[in-house]
Nanobody, 121 residues
Framework: HVQLVESGGGSVQAGDSLTLTCAVS????????FGWFRQSPGNGRDGVAS???????RYLDSLKGRFTISRDNAKRTVYLEMNGLKPEDTAMYYC????????????????WGQGTQVTVS
């Protein structure tokens, strides 16, 4: 079993940066892939970025260049660095885990955190 706890959200101004953190406990961290997803009121949950157990990454095309996902296996932590934030980035951001391979499809993920709110004005 895997537990995920997100942190680092907050209220910021357009153009600011934030780094979200996902602390992971439970199963073997190094064999897991992770994804960051976001959901705003009235909308579905979108895959933002994903990183495989081998470090390969994939991003939502519209976010390439602004968001960066990374992982630190020693610290059992996954990060999402967000730069040049825009009001449309406002959403609840979730960290999720699945075996081995990256994916931006939420239905493929087994474990989810509770989310951290990002508000950009």
């Amino acid at each position: 079993h895997v537990q995920l706890v997100e942190s680092g959200g907050g209220s910021v101004q357009a153009g600011d940066s934030l780094t979200l953190t996902c602390a992971v406990s439970g199963d073997t961290f190094s064999t897991l892939a992770f994804g960051w997803f976001r959901q705003s009121p009235g909308n579905g949950r979108d895959g933002v970025a994903s990183i495989g157990s081998d470090g390969m990454t994939r991003y939502l095309d519209s976010l390439k260049g602004r968001f960066t996902i990374s992982r630190d296996n020693a610290k059992r932590t996954v990060y999402l660095e967000m730069n040049g934030l825009k009001p449309e980035d406002t959403a609840m951001y979730y960290c999720a885990a699945r075996p081995e391979f990256w994916s931006l499809r939420d239905i493929l993920y087994n474990y989810w955190g509770q989310g951290t709110q990002v508000t950009v004005s």
